[in-house]
């Protein structure tokens, strides 16, 4: 447990479960996070944005301060969700859209 | 709203067993639909560590979560070993070590609240004078911002449809641009179409009832026949429900023609002071 260490420069995946409403097709959050699961790669993943982003999760600051690529839905809404809680997120931020994407369009983008 | 104030690792470094891809992903489902945030950290990953404190799942060996502490002193770290146990009782685990402290949970609340898109906002106001719940203010700088998350009432989307410009969203809803997809021009003409509606049948409702008033000289406050307006304003938000704008729940629980009025005056009032200072 000694690898508490500051963030690595490379961007770390974030993945949005979006448990809070179903607005992501459960077949593709399912097998993006079985595919992240699989493939041995560390990342962050959180139950729903638009909940930490209502009350302001400090969390959402610390995830913005390093480089990220977000797994969630529309990239728009993303950007702003971070903004409202007042942790912008860099406008090159990659963000895949699970709305709009298939589970192996969204995969390809992981890998 | 409530946050639960720790994060999840998911941790399968030395001491402890690999879970397996199929394993770890059915505990991190449960536990992300559960409402929590799980981190997951490979061997020699390094774990970015953003909250003050974390419950560190595994298999660890023995059967034994270890005794564990941040050497800074940062980090509150619980150890839970999960050796045998399926995902539902994983969650239960979680939930005991948490000591049941209130958190918000999903099915229960769902994060409904307007987000501004601020490359497209002109910080004309219309929202905030349109929105009889007090949802919108007006930062030091006169900006417009959402101040007020927990009044807005969920699955009603009716200020985005009053935003020329296309700038307020609404991420759980079902369907776009409201919902964050990319903005047409196709979209911005509808909005705008949809505008020009809103403000005969609600956006201006009270501006309307104004006019429609006898003597025409004073403010919906004024209003004669106090029934006459609840009826007509119950009329034209009826039609915006036809729309699909404002939910049945909502309309319901509007609140006094005399409450919409002073409500009104006010946001009316803040929006005017903000656009004074604008100029």
Known sequence: MSDLVPPSPEPRLLYCRCAYAQVLPQDVKDGVLRHLCTSGQPFESVADLCEMSARRDPRLATLASSPLKIVACHPRAVKWLF???GAPIPDETPIVNLRSLTTEEACKTLT | ??????????????????????????????????????????????????????????????ATAPNLEDAAGGITLTT?????LDP???TSLIERTRGGQPMNQPGLWKPWFPVIDYSRCTNCMQCLSFCLFDVYGVSQEGKLQVQNNDNCK?????????????????????????NGEPVSDTDVKREKMKVDISALLGGDL????????DDAKT??????????ALAERKKCLTKLMAEGMIPADVLASLPSPGEIQRRATEA???????LQGQQ
């Open chain 1, 83 to 85: 903004h409202a809680a």
């Open chain 2, 1 to 62: 709203m409530i946050a639960p104030d720790f994060s999840i690792l998911l941790y399968e470094g030395p001491g402890s067993q690999a879970l397996g891809p199929d394993r770890r992903f059915e505990i991190s489902a449960a536990l992300l639909d559960r409402g929590y945030s799980v981190s997951r950290a490979g061997l020699g990953a390094r774990l970015h560590a953003g909250q003050t404190a974390l419950i560190v799942v595994g298999e660890f060996d023995h």
């Open chain 2, 80 to 84: 839970c070993d999960i050796t045998s």
């Open chain 2, 88 to 90: 539902a009782a994983v």
């Open chain 2, 154 to 178: 969920t699955n009603c989307p009716a200020c985005s449809r009053v935003c020329p410009e296309v700038a307020i969203m609404f991420p759980k809803y079902s369907s776009g641009p409201i």
């Open chain 2, 206 to 213: 009270y501006a309307r009832l104004r006019e429609r008033s």
């Open chain 2, 219 to 228: 403010r919906f406050s004024k209003e004669r026949d106090a029934s006459k």
């Open chain 2, 268 to 274: 009316a009032a803040k929006a005017e002071a903000a």
